[in-house]
Structure formats: structure tokens, C-alpha cells
């Protein structure tokens, strides 16, 4: 459980899913397979197999739902922390403007 030095207005859920993060950007359109740390009321933490994602990316967040009594997950968000995880995957955190 998060303490109050977290300084966070929402908990985050731990939840280690595989999910797909759709990036359109200057580069190109492309998907990427990953898989979703946490999530909150408000951004996602991601675990990406890229060396980096730009800060500003605006990505589409997929988490398809394998219980028929859990609605899949469509979120909107855009980059705003990366740090490198390896030499070819990075940690981002995402936050969520709009969920489908």
C-alpha cells in the first residue's frame, strides 16, 4: 500500500498485464507489445521493449480483458516520464486523457 510520502491523489493498482501501446508519431505508426506495471484514476506505468519513447507522445494503451465480467481497456495518454530499463526497453509513465 502507498504511504502519504507518495504524494500521489489517486492509489495505483499494481497489475502486470500484457497490453499494446499504438504510437503515432513523426517517426512512424507503429505497435508495440508491453506490458502495463500499474494504473491509477489518472496514468499507467509501462514497461516497453523500445530503447525510448519521446516525452509528448501521444499513445493508444490497449489491455484486452480475458474475464467476460471485466470490460477490456482503450485509454488515450501521453508520455511523460521514460527511463531506460535496458539497452533495449525503457519504463514509461503515461498519462491518461481520455478513456474508451
Do not use: W
Amino acid at each position: 500500500m502507498l504511504g502519504y510520502d507518495d504524494k500521489r491523489n489517486f492509489f495505483r493498482m499494481m497489475v502486470n498485464s500484457p497490453c499494446q501501446i499504438e504510437i503515432n508519431d513523426e517517426e512512424s505508426s507503429r505497435t508495440l507489445h508491453s506490458v502495463c506495471k500499474d494504473i491509477s484514476a489518472t496514468g499507467m506505468s509501462l514497461e516497453v521493449e523500445e530503447p525510448s519513447i519521446e516525452l509528448g507522445t501521444q499513445v493508444k494503451v490497449s489491455i484486452d480483458s480475458n474475464s467476460s465480467q471485466i470490460p477490456s481497456l482503450s485509454a488515450l495518454a501521453t508520455v511523460v516520464r521514460c527511463e531506460p530499463e535496458s539497452d533495449s526497453s525503457c519504463i514509461i509513465g503515461v498519462e491518461i486523457s481520455e478513456m474508451n
